[in-house]
């Protein structure tokens, strides 16, 4: 062969490879022709065989070895071989050396003749009497293992770990890491996975299968730990029925998938276990799932799914999770998950070119005021103020950008309400989370209908759960977000003498106004004035970082009757991001009027701030920050402020101990009700079958069902 011929022949060999790996590709789930091989093996044999062909100036004629199906699922001691025999009428000199067949027509060639060869291996050993499923004699030990995830190389000087957590998912064996890549200059969120050997791999596959054939546990329950528990039952009954050997730490690694994707959230799992990860987007097989942190704002991770069928899958178990259907029908849907997430999901090829999904997580733990303190998006000062005015029931609006924090600082500061209000919160997707009893949570509704003028009786929008929580009488109403007709109700309410607290999209006191008093919302501005304190928040960029800061709160004092303008006056604002400080300007409405109201002197006020401030310093010495533990610390100041100002830890000690009585109360609950259940025969112990007895059992049932239809 000339050398001038070589390019040529690297090219339509290629082709060659392409044509052959889309077949095995096609075929790779048909029980009739499945391939343990690897196409890369594929590949090697086919250039051993080119190669020779070129010594020997043969034709184009080989033979490849592949196992059966059942070879392939349960791994047995080696069975007659099964062939897949190639003969092309292609001479294959012709193929690679002549110019005048192109690259693009070899395809053509080989793909027809290997389909053609397939069909008639199909129809010969379709022929051959099945074999039984055998019982699949695993013995695994640590190995090699394949790497499937990207990992953090800590001697690479190019990459620095910034932030790194561990203990996710099965035996704490998944962590994630922020690292800060010095080539791009940006940061990235790294997931870091246990490694799979081939063997373990095998055996992931066959317990799969043999899980979903055998076994019969609630994968549906609400109660994660319970799924948890009642999968690794039975897969541990599996691996004892089918006696199969593997040591304890290849066992834990399977498992480790096996519980992220039975009962997790698959690939994202390890995202959507981290707290400090907010939203969760999603925009195609093609690019990697980005994360919203808390700290370093939006980054890219290196979790990434396979391809398109694997993240239309994806999408449409999500919206299962979610209790509904997503198709091409209705290819957008909007959801919570059993955590409280809201998600927003498409289908591929519908109204996007790809499945996508965004998930905007929900804090079981949310933000308290320490935390706000602790992160300086407030000062000390400005919290004592907020829990002086929030006290005596002023009425607030928190206002910013998108993912500026309007709702996180909306919670926070609701932990100053006191217990004994009843509270009404009113959300499209529920995010506010309190620690009050006497509290009634409120979630919109969409119906049957997809059309916004076909609004039926079924659906429930925040106008109607408004309009219901006036008539529970609460003493405070918190709305998620003000967007259209529900603000005439809301103002109305604090007009009436209800404390309400709401968030909406605003930059500025005069895009604010705007906004309210034109359509959808078109609020008469005399209404205004029933409202006390305007919050504005925003998130800045500093550094390498965004910071939320709460860039002003202005009260509104009153509308003058002559201009009709409103007049504000700005207790605190927020100097520039060289100084980064909070400035007071020492005056209040809000201040004032309690002052007047109680009957204080000014040393009384000041006392009242003082000791507040006394209170919340002693939290962030003490690292206070639990929600719960906050929430009994300003409830207990409520009922006697002078025995939390000698010892606050009492509180926490007399709050732990409460809780100790409590779980001890339900334990002995749980306790009667199993001996109630065993008195009464109602407690009944499954026998366990073989899994030999249970595919006997199954086939039965399915024969008798085909005999019956």
């Known amino acids: 062969m000339g050398c001038e011929f070589m390019e040529s022949r690297e090219d339509k060999l290629k082709v060659i490879h392409d044509a052959i790996d889309s077949l095995f590709a096609q075929r790779a789930l048909d029980s009739s022709v499945a391939f343990e091989d690897t196409t890369e093996n594929i590949v090697d044999r086919v250039e051993r065989v080119v190669s020779q062909m070129e010594n020997e100036n043969s034709q184009f004629p080989f033979t490849v070895e592949t196992p059966s199906f059942n070879q392939r699922l349960f791994p047995v001691p080696k069975p007659e071989p099964a062939f897949l025999i190639f003969e092309s009428s292609n001479n294959i000199e012709e193929l690679l050396l002549n110019p005048s067949i192109k690259s693009d027509k070899i395809e053509e060639i080989i793909l027809p003749a290997l389909e053609e060869k397939a069909a008639q291996t199909r129809m010969v050993k379709t022929s051959a009497k099945p074999s ?4 699949p004699k695993h013995k695994i030990d640590v190995g090699v293992k394949r790497q499937e995830e990207i990992v953090i190389d800590e001697r690479d000087e190019k990459r620095e770990i910034v932030d790194e957590k561990k203990g996710f998912g099965w035996k704490g064996l998944g962590s994630a890491a922020i690292v800060f890549d010095k080539r791009v200059k940006e940061y990235r969120y790294v997931v870091s996975e246990p490694k799979l050997s081939d063997e373990e791999i095998k055996l992931k596959n066959d317990l799969t299968e043999l899980f979903k054939l055998l076994a019969d546990v609630p994968v549906f329950d609400a109660d994660e730990e319970k799924r948890r528990d009642a999968l690794i039952e039975s897969l541990e009954q599996i691996i004892r029925d089918n006696k199969i050997k593997v040591s304890d730490e290849s066992k834990d690694r399977i498992f480790y998938y ?43 991770s290196n979790v990434k799914f396979k391809d398109s069928k694997e993240l239309d899958s994806f999408v449409v178990r999500l919206a299962q999770i979610c209790g509904k259907q997503i198709s091409i029908y209705a290819p957008i849907v909007d959801g919570k998950l059993p955590d409280g997430s809201r998600l927003q999901a498409t289908l591929s090829k519908t109204v996007t070119n790809e499945s996508t999904f965004t998930i905007r997580r929900f804090r079981e733990d949310p933000l308290t005021p320490i935390d706000l303190i602790e992160s300086n998006t407030m000062s000390v000062e400005m919290a004592a103020y907020f829990w002086l005015a929030i006290e005596n029931g002023a009425s607030i609006l928190f206002c910013g950008g998108t993912a500026s924090g309007k709702t996180s600082t909306l919670n926070a500061l609701s932990l100053f309400i006191p217990f004994s209000h009843k509270i009404v919160s009113i959300e499209d997707t529920r995010e506010v989370n309190l620690p009050h009893k006497n509290w009634i949570a409120g979630t919109t509704r969409e119906g049957f209908s997809s059309a916004e003028s076909e609004k039926t009786g079924k659906d429930i929008d925040m106008f109607d759960l408004i309009r219901a929580g006036l008539r529970q009488r609460p003493r405070v109403i918190i709305v998620g977000e003000v967007r259209g007709r529900e603000a005439y109700s809301l103002f109305q309410a604090m007009a009436t003498g209800h404390t ?83 400035e007071s300007s020492g005056t209040s409405k809000i201040l004032t009027n309690i002052r007047m109201t109680n009957e204080w002197t000014e040393e009384q006020l000041q006392k009242e701030i003082d000791n507040r401030i006394k209170v919340l310093n002693w939290m962030r010495k003490h690292k206070i920050r639990n929600y719960q533990e906050v929430g009994a610390i300003i409830s207990a100041y409520y009922k006697d402020p002078n025995e939390v100002l000698r010892d606050p830890s009492k509180v926490l000690k007399k709050m732990k101990e409460e809780k100790k009585k409590e779980s001890e109360k339900e334990k002995r609950e ?40």
Request: hydrophobic share 40%; with cysteine.
């Open 132 to 135: 039984p499923i055998p019982i």
């Open 500 to 582: 309400s607290y709401a968030t909406v999209h605003a930059s500025s006191i005069h895009a604010l106004i705007q906004r309210l008093e034109n359509p959808p919302i078109s609020l008469p501005r005399a209404l205004l004035t029933s409202l006390d304190i305007i919050v504005f928040i925003n998130a800045i960029p500093m550094g390498k970082k965004m910071v939320r800061r709460i860039t002003s709160v202005t009260e509104i004092i009153k509308m003058d009757p002559d201009t009709k303008q409103l007049i504000f006056m700005q207790p605190f604002t927020w100097v520039s991001k060289v100084d980064d400080r909070f």
């Open 670 to 709: 749980n306790e009667s009700r199993e001996e109630k259940k065993r008195l009464f025969g109602l407690f009944k112990v499954k026998k366990t079958k073989s899994a030999k007895d249970r595919i006997v059992k199954r086939k039965r049932k399915m024969k008798n069902e085909i005999n019956n239809l």
């Open 258 to 300: 096996l519980v992220r994707d039975f009962v997790g959230y698959g690939r994202i799992d390890i995202l959507m276990k981290d707290e400090d990860i907010e939203d969760i987007s999603c925009d195609g097989s093609a690019v990697p799932v980005f994360v919203y942190h808390r700290k370093y704002q939006s980054i890219e």
